[in-house]
């Protein structure tokens, strides 16, 4: 009996040989490009000597970690990965699915084609574009403070401004990736059963009603993936984006992980194990983080992405 359950097995592999083929080069890149790479972990528990190589280097344990828990800089950099996180989470992630909304309830199809190109096409430019154009219009004598002082108003340096500094941060990203991100609840929406919007205003409902209680529910699975995905994300508060806004001014309140990695790795004398520590924990984080979103949104929705 197992020889034959063997020999079924292999039996089915080979009649679905081609199928394999066409996987054999994402498995290839994965493995490449994911998989080994993570032999670098090792450099978080070692002092690292380029002489010596990675194995070759001593151990030093949690060291590096005791460290980051230590050191200003680092605690820093964790609360505003946090606070921003946090906030993006609140001022960005519903703007997405407002959006959608109001681009699946214009009237005409045309008018939707173009509002949605407006709103999409901003994804398109880099962030440093996108910094260079707020620079033109924000900065001290950029064109915002040019009108304030045409009109006999006090120039406010922006960019300089640490209140100023998330706030912008929000509006900024909403600009760029909202109308991209909404692509996913319109398509979601489009697979809304039209029958269930004709009875609906049989009964008399309004426009609002039929949102609430048959839009929003109908895209309830879509909200809570993507959810569960931006909460496992958390800690990747967006290092393009603050890398080109930022300025040393704002540095308090802007600088996250990742952009501490990147100083303490490029901008002073290089300690990879110290750096890799703090991308591990960052990683070991994120994916605490997915597991528990995961649960809370099945408790409270009944919706999951796993498990």
């Known amino acids: ?9 292999w039996l089915s592999v080979w009649k679905a040989r081609y199928l394999y083929f066409l996987l054999a080069p994402l498995v290839i890149w994965l493995t490449v490009f ?12 070692k002092k690292y000597n380029a002489r010596l190589g990675i194995l070759g280097s001593p151990w030093v344990g949690l060291a590096h970690f005791r460290r980051m828990f230590v050191t200003p800089a680092a605690l820093q950099a964790v609360v505003n990965t946090f606070e921003i996180s946090i906030g993006r989470l609140i001022f960005e992630f519903p703007i997405a699915i407002i959006i959608a909304i109001l681009i699946t309830e214009m009237r005409g199809k045309r008018v939707k084609k173009i509002y949605q190109t407006i709103y999409t096409f901003p994804h398109f430019l880099s962030w440093i574009v996108v910094a260079n154009i707020v620079t033109n219009f924000l900065a001290s004598d950029g064109a915002v403070n040019m009108l304030l002082q045409n009109l006999g108003i006090a120039r406010v340096d922006f960019l300089a401004s640490k209140s100023f500094f998330r706030p912008l941060l929000y509006i900024t990203s909403n600009w760029k990736e909202a109308g ?24 008399g409902a309004s426009r609002m009603r039929q949102i609430w209680h048959i839009t929003l529910p109908g895209i309830k699975t879509t909200i809570a993936v993507m959810f569960i995905l931006a909460v496992g994300g958390m800690l990747n508060a967006g290092f393009d ?13 802007g600088q996250i992980l990742d952009t501490y990695i990147y100083d303490i790795t490029f901008l002073s004398s290089p300690d990879y194990g110290f750096s890799t520590a703090v991308g591990l924990f960052k990683a070991v984080v994120n994916f605490f983080m997915l597991v528990a979103a995961n649960q809370i949104v099945y408790k409270l929705t009944g919706e999951r992405m796993f498990g």
């Not at 603050?242 to 704002?250: E, K």
């Open 180 to 203: 991209w991100s909404a692509i996913i609840y319109m398509a979601a929406i489009a697979g809304i059963d039209p029958t269930l919007y004709e009875a609906a205003r049989v009964d």
């Open 241 to 253: 984006q603050i890398f080109n806004l930022s300025n040393n001014v704002v540095k308090d309140v």
């Open 1 to 9: 009996m197992k020889t034959k359950k063997k020999g079924g097995k």
């Open 34 to 45: 994911s998989y080994v790479p993570m032999y670098g972990i090792l450099l978080a528990f």
